[in-house]
């Protein structure tokens, strides 16, 4: 794998909670191959990282930088397999009944 490069940080606890999907899946598809997004979050994003491997799966790694209580940061990286391809429509939840992150 070449050298990651962080593009950009999402703080999901300042978007509103039915704009944070469509938001990360933009700022994801946004990234070059071995490009990075950090993301915050005010709870553990598992169901996002559930949402990114059924429609992305081989596309991102998935790292987890901090844990909670108040806080969870992940490092999102767009594979080299991910870019080359469209990267997947991602941006609608399961309804919004997970909060949206």
């Known amino acids: 794998m070449a050298q990651v490069v ?3 940080i999402i703080d999901v606890r300042e978007i509103p909670p ?3 999907h469509a938001r990360i899946f933009a700022t994801f ?3 070059g ?3 990075a997004m950090e993301l915050v979050n005010d709870h553990d994003p598992r ?3 559930h949402q990114f491997q059924s429609e992305m799966p ?3 790694t998935w790292r987890y930088l ?3 209580p108040e806080a969870w940061r992940v490092e999102i990286v767009r594979t080299a397999a991910g ?3 469209d990267g997947g429509e991602g941006g609608a939840c399961c309804g919004g009944g997970c909060g949206g992150a």
């Open 66 to 68: 901090a844990q909670g």
């Open 47 to 49: 169901p996002l990282y």
């Open 83 to 85: 870019a080359a391809g």
């Open 6 to 8: 962080k593009k950009s």
């Open 29 to 31: 598809r946004a990234l």
């Open 18 to 20: 039915r704009e944070r």
């Open 33 to 35: 191959a071995d490009e």
């Open 58 to 60: 081989g596309a991102f």
